[in-house]
């Protein structure tokens, strides 16, 4: 059954957890409630590696895509932003793939901490920690996340406006 049901594409922006457990839209029934515990932590497995396999920031961080990395660890990797908004614009993202800050679970308060530290590592290395930063993560579609993996923006280089709205 469970060979059957792995026929989506990694491609499209869900998360494993919506799409195992929201009802369709058309009314049809939903395959993933009639599977196991083990069967469910089987396919998400399937699908973190299939979705890897597309993820921009994976490839980055398994050092398929060369960048000049700012700093390197066991669980994160930092960067350069390649399409900067502030004179200083780094992003720091997991090794691991974790769709947004929304998937993080207990077990990841290490990786959440590290990120934040490594933000203020770099905003001193970078200069631009006496005269203030920003650090910014964005969540889903309408928090403005448009890579689905986590990343932490660090933002410097000159006062910054807070211009959040509705669009």
């Given at each position: ?5 792995v ?33 469910k ?103 403005g ?23």
């Amino acid at each position: 059954m469970l060979s059957e049901i792995v026929k989506f594409s990694p491609a499209r922006k869900i998360s494993l957890a919506s799409f195992i457990h929201s009802p369709r839209s058309c009314g049809a029934p939903c395959p993933f409630i009639k599977l196991s515990v083990s069967e469910k932590q089987i396919l998400a497995h399937r699908f973190n590696i299939l979705y890897m396999n597309s993820c921009i920031f994976c490839k980055i961080a398994n050092k398929e895509i060369p960048v000049e990395l700012l700093y390197e660890d066991d669980l994160v990797v930092a960067f350069k932003d390649i399409k900067p908004i502030v004179p200083v614009h780094v992003l720091i993202i997991p090794k691991e793939h974790i769709e947004s800050i929304a998937d993080l679970t207990g077990k990841h308060e290490l990786l959440a901490g590290r990120m934040i530290m490594v933000a203020k590592k770099l905003a001193e290395k970078l200069g631009i920690a006496k005269s203030g930063y920003k650090l910014l993560f964005r969540v889903r579609r309408n928090g403005g996340q448009e890579v689905p993996h986590i990343h932490l923006h660090l933002l410097g280089g000159g006062r910054m406006s807070e211009n959040i709205r509705v669009v």
